[in-house]
C-alpha cells in the first residue's frame, strides 16, 4: 500500500505545496492536486514536480469537457517529462453546475467521453498520430471547420507511453468503465466496509473486460488522520464534517448529486435527505450537525494507534492501494505521516 495526500483546491496552495518536500521525506508516495474551479492543478504539478525529487504527481481530478483530448495529452506528457516520470492523470466528469456554469459548455455524455479521451491519449502518449470518429472528431471534419486539418502526432518524444490514466467514478456504470480501462480509481468520502456492497458488482464487472496489458486496477482512498488517545483527538473528526455536509448536501442540486446518492447507497437515506435539504436551504452548520458520527468514524484515521491500524486494514481489505491521509489541523502532520508510512510498510 502506497501513501498520498491531496491539496486543497481552496486557500493559498503554494503554501499547502511547501510542505510537501518534507512530507516527501517523511515517507509520502503520491500527491493529489484538486482543480474543481480554483485555480489550476496543473501549474502547482509543475510546480511541486521542481521541488520534489520521488513523489508521484497526480491531478485529482482534471475535469474532461474543458480541456481536449489534445490538450490533456499535451498535460500528460508534459507534466510526465518535468517531473522525470512522476506523473498520473487523474480524470473526472466533475458536475454540470461547475461545467456548465463555471467552463460553458454543455454536461453530457460523460462516460463515453472519458472512454475515448483515454483511448486517444494512450495513443497519443505512443506518438500515434491523433485520429478519432467518435464525441471528438479529429482531424474535424471539412463540412464543420476550413478543411485543412490533418492527422498530428505528438511533437515531443514522452518520457514515458504509458503515464497512468484514473478515473474519479462513483455511479455504478463509471465504476465499470473505469475498472475497465482506467489504470486507478479514485472514490471519496470512502466507507471502507462498504466498497463491496455498493461497487462489488460494478468492479467486477469492469475487471472482466480489463485488458491484462493495464495490470491490476490501482485504487486511492483515505481521509482525515490523527493519531492519539482521548476526548480530544477524536473531536478531530468535526474537521471533516463541513467536507461531507459540503458534498453530500451541495455538491449538486436536488436530484443530481452523486455523493448524496452515494450516502443513500451507504443506508444513510434519511440523513442524506435532511442535510441536502438543510444545506440548500442556508443551514450548513446544521447540515454538518447531522453527518453521521457512523461514517466519520469508519471513513477516517482518527483515534488511538489501535483504532488507525484498525482504519488501515479496513481500507486495505477494500481493495485500496493508495492510502489517501490528511492530517489534522492542529497535529503533528510529519509524525502522524511518518508513522503511517512505518506501518504500512
Known sequence: MKLSTQLAYFGNPREAADQVVALEKAGLDQLWVAEAY????VSLLGYLAAKTDRVELGSGILNIFSRTPAALLQTAAGLDNVSGGRAIIGLGASGPQVIEGFHGVPYDRPLARTREIIDIVRRGLRREALTSDGLYQLPLPAAQGTGLGKPLKLLNRPERSDVPLW????GGKNVQMTAE????????LVYPEKVGTVWGEALAAGKAERSADLGPLQISAGGLLAIGEGDDVKALLDQMRPIYALYIGGMGARGKNFYNDMARQFGFEKEAKQIQDLYLDGHKRDAEALVPLEWLEAGNLVGPASYVKERIAAFAE???TSLQVTPAAGTDALASVSQVKEWIS
Open 38 to 41: 480554483g485555480f489550476d492543478a
Open 318 to 320: 477494500a481493495g485500496i
Open 167 to 170: 478515473v474519479a467514478a462513483l
Open 181 to 188: 480501462v482506467a489504470d486507478g480509481w479514485l472514490p471519496f
